[in-house]
């Protein structure tokens, strides 16, 4: 029983997509990073002009140029190169973030609220106490515990990230659950388990949806945040927080190399959001100014 | 041995809230015979639906508790049933449609793969493992939207609920509820959103299919008209009691209970329409948190005498077949 929107559906989506400078802007960045990081996991190094992690102290400190788009860094390393390298780090832990708490977040929430009474309380009262501490000081306690690395990033994360996913999904769940279709549902004799997987969950999906979406940017926000600290990608490998953080000692004589991956998070981050919001107004009729 | 298919036996049910206790039934007992279609009456907020809800298993947890009665079906209490013992009793051995049918449906999925859903379920507990999309399932879908009138079931069964006319609809939920072969069938008010011409249809439709399949009814209605059409036997209910219970003729021909009687004359007559003016029945139903003593209608009563305010008039057989929950027919 697939879900299928028809023809017309994506054609309003689009159209409403496409009225929108910002959201244009959203996509094409978003789109020119996803592409660049499956590029860069495909081709490697052949990729960039130059070697990221190749050291020539002859050209160190250069400004941006035609030569080095985004400038050199302290050793002389390309930074546009080092940019480009560095994006499918971010956009692997951006998505397995996003991704996994979406997985894990809906169907804990959904079935909490389906089911109600004890297991709701449960549920929420756990989701309460990672809500109550700042998910950044979190996740920053639980990388230092896990120690530095990629995929320590993710999991740190993810601890405080799920429980906003499994309020939204519980939110949704109570609403539909008074709804008739499911006291329909229940009268026709379908499992509680089939009705939370079939009417509850399809039901619930696109607030969800472009919750995440507005979400991935914070996602890459935040694990720049943690190599920002040291906790994340270590060098030589290139990751744009870390770039941050190392070129901050030379703001003086070189901005670009702390200036220039910082606005590449913030461009990242800046589009998801503003992809999350056109499909936000493309989902919901109540702002289809059609 | 009697062929009753429900037994419902001195019911009460009572919401508890933060408010206080309030008495939804009080002491219902109804009997519902194979292939018999009962209708119950009664107005707004007098515990009709929720006398099907607790037919169905589906009160409200935890605020709904049931004091005291027992519910049999088929020689067993449904009240000593597990939740899961109750998901495999509705749908196939007990089914219900409601009064909305458009929200009825899950707005996401086709009217084919809804029918599907049921069709699956009622293959899968008679024993056969079959896939909702199998060619058999698909057969039995097309069948019974013909079998509920629904003009070329193909092309239909694609189509979402949104595209479907509020009769069609109720079609299609006629077709889920009916799939199965149920032995009891709840209809809570299915007529009520939909226009008299369609009404007329759906009523029918209902009469002749619940007969072919042998299924038995408790029709809710607040409508007098309606449940002429349908009904055997009606019930009236009045402020979560059961106030007279007959056979559709008698009950139109010799009501007993004042407030049935009330409920007839407020019928718009010829000569009132003229005169453009309704009789109606003075006051309005109690609310359920203050329901009078005694008889709950004496406050409403033109026959009221002082007993009525202090004692609660029972059930008891006035003719063969014909019961009355009033003073005036106390032959004692």
């Known amino acids: 029983m697939g879900i299928s929107i028809d023809r017309r559906e994506i054609s309003i989506i689009l159209t409403i997509l496409r009225r929108d400078r910002l959201s244009i802007f959203g996509i094409a960045v978003a789109a020119v990073f996803i592409v660049t990081s499956i590029a860069v996991r495909i081709f490697g190094n052949g990729l960039v002009p130059y070697d990221p992690t190749q050291v020539n102290m002859m050209v160190a400190f250069q400004a941006p140029s035609f030569q080095h788009f985004f400038g050199t860094d302290n050793l002389g390393r390309d930074i546009f190169s080092r940019c480009v390298i560095a994006a499918p780090i971010d956009a692997e832990i951006g998505f397995s973030i996003v991704v996994i708490s979406v997985l894990i977040g809906t169907i804990l929430g959904s079935c909490s609220g389906y089911i109600g009474g004890k297991v709701d309380e449960t549920f929420m009262r756990i989701t309460d106490v990672f809500i109550a501490v700042p998910t950044l000081v979190l996740a920053v306690v639980v990388a230092v515990a896990l120690g530095p690395g990629v995929e320590h990033v993710i999991e740190a994360n993810l601890v405080g990230w799920w429980p906003v996913y499994a309020r939204l999904a519980r939110a949704g769940a109570l609403s539909l659950k008074e709804s008739q279709f499911i006291e329909a549902a229940k009268v026709a004799g379908i499992s509680r388990f089939r009705i939370i997987l079939k009417h509850i969950l399809p039901n619930n999906i696109s607030p969800i949806l472009v919750y995440a979406t507005l979400d991935i940017g914070n996602a890459i926000l935040y694990a720049s945040v943690l190599s920002y600290l040291g906790l994340g990608a270590q060098p030589p490998q290139a990751e744009w927080g870390r770039m941050v953080y190392d070129g901050q000692v030379y703001l003086v004589n070189g901005w670009w190399i702390s200036i220039i991956p910082g606005l590449v998070i913030f461009a990242v981050a800046l589009a998801f959001n503003l992809l999350g919001d056109a499909l936000r107004d493309a989902f919901d009729p109540r702002y289809r100014k059609l | ?332």
């Open chain 2, 1 to 332: 041995m009697t062929n009753a298919v429900l037994e419902v036996h001195d019911l009460s049910v009572v919401f508890e809230t933060f408010e206080g206790r309030y008495n939804a039934l009080n002491n219902i007992n109804v009997t519902i015979n194979q292939s018999e279609v009962i209708g119950l009456v009664g107005e707004s907020g007098c515990g009709k639906s929720t006398l099907a809800l607790a037919v169905m298993g589906l009160l409200p947890r935890p605020h709904a508790k049931i004091p005291s009665g027992s519910i049999t079906f088929k020689g067993k209490n449904l009240l000593s049933f597990t939740e899961k013992e109750m998901e495999q009793i509705r749908g196939t051995d007990i089914s219900m449609i409601f009064q909305e049918p458009l929200t009825s449906l899950d707005p996401l999925f086709t009217i084919g793969d809804q029918l599907s859903e049921t069709i699956q379920i009622k293959l899968q507990r008679a024993g056969e493992n079959v896939r909702w999309n199998s060619g058999k399932v698909k057969t039995e879908v097309l069948n019974w939207m013909k079998r509920v009138g629904l003009a070329d079931p193909e092309s239909a069964m694609e189509r979402y609920p949104h595209e479907f006319s509020g009769g069609m609809r109720q079609r299609v939920m006629i077709a889920m509820a009916l799939a199965a072969e149920p032995r009891l069938m709840l209809a809570d008010e299915p007529t009520s959103a939909l226009d008299v011409t369609t009404q007329v249809q759906i009523l029918r439709l209902v009469k002749s299919l619940v007969s072919q399949v042998k299924a038995s009814v408790l029709f809710i209605s607040h409508d007098l008209a309606v449940v002429a059409q349908i009904a055997d036997r009606v019930a009236v209910m009045y402020a979560g009691m059961m106030v007279e219970e007959a056979s559709v003729h008698e009950i139109f021909e010799n009501p007993l209970h004042p407030y049935t009687q009330a409920l007839l004359a407020s019928f718009p007559k010829e000569e009132e329409v003229k005169k453009s003016k309704l009789v109606s029945i003075p006051g309005s139903v109690p609310n359920i948190a203050h329901i009078p003593p005694g008889c709950p209608f004496h406050p409403r009563c033109s026959f009221a005498k002082d007993i009525c305010s202090t004692t609660r008039p029972e059930l008891r057989e006035n003719s063969p077949g014909h019961r009355v929950a009033c003073v005036l027919y106390d032959k004692s």
